[in-house]
């Protein structure tokens, strides 16, 4: 038992215990409990950012196919708009020219009606006239006998007469 | 690296007067990796039921490390906790790997989930305080102060510091030391069985249940004999292991000293030592690197094993 290395030390195996035992309780109580309570909460932040990327990933997904398909369903029904007003244009332009023909072929009926009408009153006007210069004319023809040359100053005199009168 | 100190010893073992007293390779070895002492503690304090607790050098070592430990896993803890977000920078990357590591890989699969952070703290502390005890003998740090002693500050034999110098550093080479540290695994042993169990059921776990009567009567000693050859196999394993390597170192260096006695010429001894002593010792403290590291991590693995054994009986 000479020997330094095998000297069996009581004091140096308590001061060992003690020492141990202190520098545990101060590391547990400053350094390693926060730290491995740090470290969960941390890994518990990653593991929740990680699972939200994945949520938000998905989600993402979702809206760009619900994207999708609004724009697939938009483009179908402008489609169907675009159809929908060519086929009411060229309805609405067959109807617009149909009325406008049938208008006009109003107003030309109107108007040839109107014309003979104007016509028929202007020549059973004319033939009242003709008939009033008639008989004015005969009627002075009859109230002078004149000659021939009388006749013609009587003529002119009365053409002249139902002209002023006229006036 | 300790070549310096056996220089300074050998000067110190040769007082002018008595000129050819012979190299003691032997003695010299021994004092460097043994303790200082009870004769020459660095504070002297009373016994007390019969235990001298007199501050010797390894007692000194433990607080050193201690001290060592405690700062600096603190500091780097405590400012690494107040930054707002939890980014490890510099050396805490690696205390976090190490922490990690050591939750994830060596209590976690032992003690199970339930109980990581019952024992966490322990195998952590028995982790960083080993390692660094180990470590702390491979730096020549208080070689170095007996060269400054030795050419510069000639302090008396009595100083604080001369009384420092002498002694092994290594605190884990000294087997009170490991069986204390193994003390602790094993009250930690009976501590863990009896939060899981209960006291009395944990003492009824030491063997399966429901065999015939007979075989207990050889079973029972066997399981006892058990409890008590683990804590002693950590002792001696972490022991051993710090004592060999500094003896190899040592021994080795020797050759510079006992060749220049052989052929009574210094450049004899120079000549072994820069081809022979200094590669070798290079690279047995290569190993012992590894070895530093490789038996804190066995003690701190067994013990997590042990502790996780009376957690989770297995028969």
């Known amino acids: 038992m000479n020997n330094p290395l095998v000297q069996p030390d009581p004091g140096l195996f308590i001061w060992t215990i003690v020492t141990f035992l202190v520098l545990l309780a101060l590391l547990s109580k400053f350094a390693w409990r926060p730290l491995l309570k740090a470290l969960e909460s941390r890994q518990a932040a990653i593991k929740k950012s990680l699972d939200d990327a994945q949520l938000a990933r998905q989600e993402l997904e979702r809206l760009h196919q619900e994207s999708a398909k609004i724009i697939r369903q938009a483009r179908l029904d402008g489609e169907s708009i675009i159809a929908q007003s060519r086929s009411d244009a060229e309805r609405l332009r067959g109807e617009l020219a149909q009325k406008a023909k049938e208008e006009a072929d109003g107003i030309i009926r109107r108007a040839q009606q109107q014309i003979q009408l104007e016509t028929r009153l202007a020549l059973q006007q004319i033939r009242h006239e003709v008939v009033d210069l008639s008989v004015m004319i005969a009627s002075k023809l009859l109230e002078r006998n004149v000659s021939k040359a009388d006749d013609q100053r009587l003529i002119d005199e009365t053409l002249k007469q139902i002209e002023t009168s006229r006036q | ?315």
């Open chain 2, 1 to 315: 690296m300790l070549l310096s100190s056996i220089l300074v010893q050998e000067f110190a073992q040769e007082p002018a007067a008595e000129a050819h007293r012979g190299f003691n390779a032997g003695e010299t070895i021994i004092e460097h990796v043994s303790n200082s002492g009870h004769d020459h503690p660095l504070i002297h304090l009373p016994s007390a039921f019969g235990i001298d607790f007199s501050v010797t050098k390894h007692v000194f070592m433990l607080w050193l490390v201690a001290a060592i430990v405690f700062i600096i896993v603190t500091w780097y803890v405590r400012r690494y906790l107040r930054q707002d977000r939890l980014i490890p920078s510099g050396f805490m990357n690696g205390l976090e790997a190490v922490v990690e590591f050591v939750r994830d890989t060596v209590v976690q699969p032992n003690v199970g989930h339930k109980w990581v952070n019952t024992w966490a703290p322990l195998i952590l502390t028995f982790f960083t305080f080993i390692l660094c005890s180990n470590a702390i003998g491979l730096i020549p740090l208080f070689d170095t102060l007996a060269l400054l002693d030795r050419f510069l500050f000639h302090t008396s034999p009595d100083s604080f510091l001369n009384r420092v110098i002498h002694g092994g550093t290594t605190a884990t080479a000294n087997f009170n030391v490991t069986a204390a540290l193994a003390t602790i695994t094993f009250v930690s042993i009976i501590v863990a069985g009896s939060k899981a169990h209960g006291f009395v059921k944990h003492w009824k776990n030491i063997a399966p249940h429901g065999l015939n009567p007979l075989i207990y009567v050889i079973l029972i000693p066997i399981e006892v004999i058990g409890m008590f050859v683990r804590p002693f196999a950590l002792t001696m394993r972490l022991a051993a292991n710090m004592t060999g390597g500094h003896i190899a170192i040592l021994a080795i260096l020797s050759f510079v000293f006992l060749f220049t006695e052989m052929f009574g010429r210094a450049i004899a001894g120079i000549g072994v030592g820069m081809v022979v002593s200094v590669p070798l010792a290079v690279g047995i403290s290569a190993l012992e690197l590894i070895v530093v590291l490789v038996q804190a991590y066995v003690f701190t693995l067994l013990s997590a094993v042990f502790i996780g054994m009376a957690i989770h009986v297995h028969h």
